[in-house]
């Protein structure tokens, strides 16, 4: 199992995977001060699975509209097409 960092905007919101990229596996969780993007982190992805495919399900599962408590950790087996995540 392992981890990858993404690097989320608000241009996720009008293109499915143009808001989400990876991020340096150094990079702090969370807000990033004096802009609109935050690091978020995939935990518990098996080996085999591809991170341009995690990315990919990320961005289609995640609500980064949504104005709650921000989260910026989520496990693997919480993402899925169709799924709605409210960040």
Do not use: C, N, W
């Not at 499915?16 to 990033?32: C, D, K, M, N």
């Not at 992805?45 to 599962?61: C, W």
């Amino acid at each position: 199992m392992r981890s990858l960092k993404l690097l989320v905007s608000p241009d996720m919101a009008l293109t499915p995977t143009g808001g989400v990229t990876f991020a340096h596996p150094s990079a702090r969780l969370g807000a990033i001060r004096d802009t609109d993007k935050s690091i978020v982190e995939i935990t518990s992805i098996p080996d085999d699975v591809d991170s341009e495919a995690v990315r990919r399900l990320y961005a289609g599962t995640a609500d980064v509209t949504y104005f709650g408590t921000p989260r910026y950790s989520f496990a693997f087996d919480e993402l899925g097409q169709g799924r709605i995540i409210r960040q």
